[in-house]
């Protein structure tokens, strides 16, 4: 009898103890699931406007963070929105420029978390002369050609249309949910082009190349650069509703404190002259402001909309 207690009391301790060590072992595997911490940065950008060109901004960025984070910084631009989202999910990116859209998808993939959301300057519409109001959120337009003959959404139809990246909400999501609830299949009854940055799309509209294209509010001026006359030339037709401004993510197991030692970063960097000059130059971003996932939830309800959209192509 002694030596069945002392079995029992054994088992009982031992039970115990694989218990204590699963439970101890479950929390440290939670507590570790945020605790990436980088040696060296890697930050990416997708190319808004050509991407030689975006690199060749960017790249003063690393600098900057350098100083900041007192570690070595790498930027690069990934090709587009789904390389950056795999590039994160594969931890060879630790830091990514998301728009709101491919912001949704990586999160529900559990690969990145916002940080902040970039801060722009709002267009008089359909001017395109810029206001000195900071923004965290835009618009989307659709662009054509002065004097084309489309005057309206519902000339569309059976009409060429530049879009960008499907996870773009400026370039694509909002645009065709929006026509669609209007009545105006774009991916069923137009012909869709895909065009690589909005700069392009724009010049692509005054060139003749397509006859309409999706861009955010007001993609004119960045084009403008290149030629002027888009200003007068290519004219705007519709306004989307509001939609959240690009994303600062980081991965999603990068730990509490270094995520907080990043986002001083940038809004350092945003405040100071030289920095503010860059992000200027990329994004036409003029500060940063601290947001939450749940600031995107409007991305989710047109993206569900979305995919009923590209069921019925």
């Known amino acids: 009898m002694k030596i069945k207690k002392v079995l029992v009391s054994a088992l009982l301790v031992l039970t115990a103890g694989l218990a204590a060590a699963c439970s101890s072992g479950s929390k440290s595997s939670n507590s570790s699931s945020k605790s990436f911490t980088p040696k060296k940065l890697n930050v990416q950008f997708v190319p808004s406007a050509q991407a030689n060109k975006i690199e060749a901004k960017a790249k003063p960025l690393e600098g900057l963070l350098k100083k900041q984070l007192h570690m070595p910084v790498h930027v690069t631009v990934s090709t587009d929105y789904n390389g950056l989202v795999e590039g994160m999910a594969s931890k060879k990116v630790d830091v990514g420029f998301l728009p709101p859209d491919a912001y949704v998808l990586a999160h529900k993939r559990k690969v990145a978390d916002v940080l902040l ?186 993206q569900k909309v979305l995919d009923k959209v590209s069921d019925k192509k």
């Open 117 to 302: 959301q970039a801060e722009r300057y709002g267009y008089d519409e359909p001017s395109g002369k810029v206001n000195n109001k900071l923004m965290h959120e835009y618009r989307a337009m659709v662009i054509v050609k002065k004097g084309s003959g489309i005057k309206s959404w519902k000339d569309l139809k059976g009409k060429s249309i530049g879009v960008m990246d499907p996870t773009s909400s400026s370039g694509y999501v909002f645009p065709i949910v929006e026509l669609y609830q209007k009545g105006l299949n774009v991916l069923k009854d137009c012909k869709v082009t895909q065009i690589k940055g909005a700069d392009q799309a724009v010049l692509s509209v005054y060139n003749g190349d397509v006859d309409a294209a999706f861009v955010f509010a007001d993609a004119r001026p960045i084009a403008a650069k290149d030629e002027p006359k888009v200003m007068k030339d290519v004219v705007p037709i519709y306004f989307t509703q509001w939609i959240p401004n690009d994303t600062i993510s980081v991965r999603s197991d990068m730990s509490p404190a270094f995520r907080k030692k990043v986002a001083k970063a940038f809004k350092n960097i945003a405040k100071s002259k030289e920095g503010n000059k860059i992000i200027e130059s990329v994004y036409n971003h003029y500060g940063y402001t601290d947001t939450t996932d749940s600031d995107f939830n409007t991305i989710r309800k047109y």
